[in-house]
């Protein structure tokens, strides 16, 4: 069956570095547009960042732009958030998703705590 598992999370001081990842199984990692969301406490989902399948062209969120660092590796179908000089307003659960044309999959989450 189809699976997104996230990984890496964890409680990191302002300033740190974590990186995620997102392990795929169950379909056609490749042709898929991967996607990192997060959710903090109260707030809606909101897009992080996404990796295209053709090209490996990626797009941030202003707000992570130039501190965030996504890429995949279709050999091992995960994906990867490098995220550096992390702040407090970083803390959320971050989700991986997958989609390609009307399939759309989504992980469980894990949870980032950015915290002195």
């Known amino acids: 069956q189809v699976q997104l598992v996230e990984s890496g999370g964890g409680l990191v001081q302002p300033g740190g570095s974590v990186r995620l990842s997102c392990a795929a199984s169950g379909f056609s990692f490749s042709r898929y547009t991967m996607s990192w969301y997060r959710q903090a406490p109260g707030k809606e989902r909101e897009f992080v960042a996404l990796?295209?399948?053709?090209?490996?062209?990626?797009t941030y969120a202003d707000s992570v732009k130039g501190r965030f660092t996504m890429s995949r590796d279709n050999a091992k179908n995960t994906v990867y958030l490098q995220m550096n000089s992390l702040k407090p307003e970083d803390t959320a659960v971050y989700y991986c998703s997958a989609y390609f044309r009307i399939s759309e999959y989504w992980g469980q989450g894990t949870q980032v705590t950015v915290s002195s």
């Open positions: 990796i295209t399948s053709v090209d490996d062209r990626t």
